[in-house]
């Protein structure tokens, strides 16, 4: 038995190697996948969102991990199981076959110049007897997101990741996607900071100034709503009770010298949530958040106050 085991074992990486033989031999393996030129390759494309690592809204970004899922047809990579020992799968790096160039339109990240090209992409592709070639490669992008944090903390956002070919227009490769049914938040992580209302899929068809022919993509869009609670208790409350204090400003006598150095406290004490404020929300002129206006309008009143105090002061002496 041991040795019928032992033969079985060497005539299966046998039939492995003389199949790797055949197929990667020839410069078939790594030209576009079609019989005629003038077909296009169809990929079909899924995102399935693990966690949402942050909403940057100080840059503007979405940050996510995700596993990537696309599958395409090669006939170029065919073979009969019964012919080499029943092997119907292969395990094969991006290097060693064709692979879409599909990359991440909207990338936020400075480092890459292309997110979502193959470099990032380390995994095995899982190549089948039929052709079916399936690539499934858990990574993290970085996508730009133009943030409306007008109502912030109280504010929803809507961000996206666009993928599509860098070089292929669509009558050489075409994207749909893949599982169309399926739950993209499946294996969803909840944030601390944000809850995931929906997400939505669409494939698209544009026209680029650059190029003659359209490219399709696929776009992945994330409603977004800001939990609020950790900015309330530290950002709402402790200002609208440093304003309060300022009322008890006008309950202390006329001669109370603390009167000055009370309004300064709750000047400076303004001050310094605005700039925490200031820190969190974007440099941007685009939109203008209510809770800085609301910042900005009580440090007035609070500075009207102890001009008025000033005033009083120098009435009473």
Not at 155 to 167: A, I, L, V
Not at 259 to 270: D, N, P, S, V
């Amino acid at each position: 038995i041991f040795l019928l085991v032992v033969i079985s074992g060497v005539a299966s990486n046998a039939s492995e190697t003389d199949l790797r033989d055949k197929l990667f031999g020839s410069k078939k393996r790594i030209v576009r996948p079609v019989l005629h030129p003038q077909d296009a390759v169809n990929v079909s494309f899924s995102v399935r969102l693990n966690k949402l690592v942050e909403v940057n809204t100080k840059h503007q970004l979405l940050i996510t991990d995700v596993w990537v899922v696309q599958k395409w047809e090669n006939p170029f990579l065919v073979w009969n199981e019964s012919d080499y020992g029943g092997v119907h799968t292969l395990h094969v790096t991006f290097n060693d076959v064709w692979v879409p160039d599909i990359v991440l339109y909207n990338n936020g990240d400075p480092d890459l110049s292309l997110s979502g090209f193959t470099e990032k992409f380390k995994t095995f592709i899982i190549l089948h007897s039929s052709g079916t070639c399936t690539w499934m490669s858990p990574t993290t992008f970085k996508s730009s997101c133009k943030l409306d944090i007008t109502k912030f903390p109280f504010d929803s956002q809507t961000c996206s990741m666009t993928f599509g070919s860098w070089t292929y227009d669509n009558r050489l490769l075409s994207m749909d996607l893949l599982d169309k049914q399926y739950s993209h938040t499946e294996r969803y992580v909840e944030n601390g900071d944000w809850s995931l209302r929906k997400v939505e899929t669409r494939r698209y068809l544009l026209n680029y100034t650059c190029c003659p022919h359209p490219f399709s993509d696929v776009t992945f869009t994330f409603y977004l709503d800001r939990k609020p609670t950790y900015h309330i208790l530290y950002l709402i409350v402790p200002c609208v009770v440093i304003a309060a204090l300022s009322v008890v400003n006008f309950l202390l006598p006329p001669d109370c010298g603390e009167r000055i150095g009370l309004c300064i406290t709750i000047l400076l004490a303004m001050s310094v949530y605005l700039l925490l404020v200031s820190n969190i929300l974007p440099e941007t002129s685009d939109y203008t958040p209510l809770l800085g206006i609301y910042y900005m309008v009580t440090m007035v009143l609070v500075a009207l106050c102890l001009a008025a105090t000033g005033i009083t002061l120098k009435c009473h002496h």
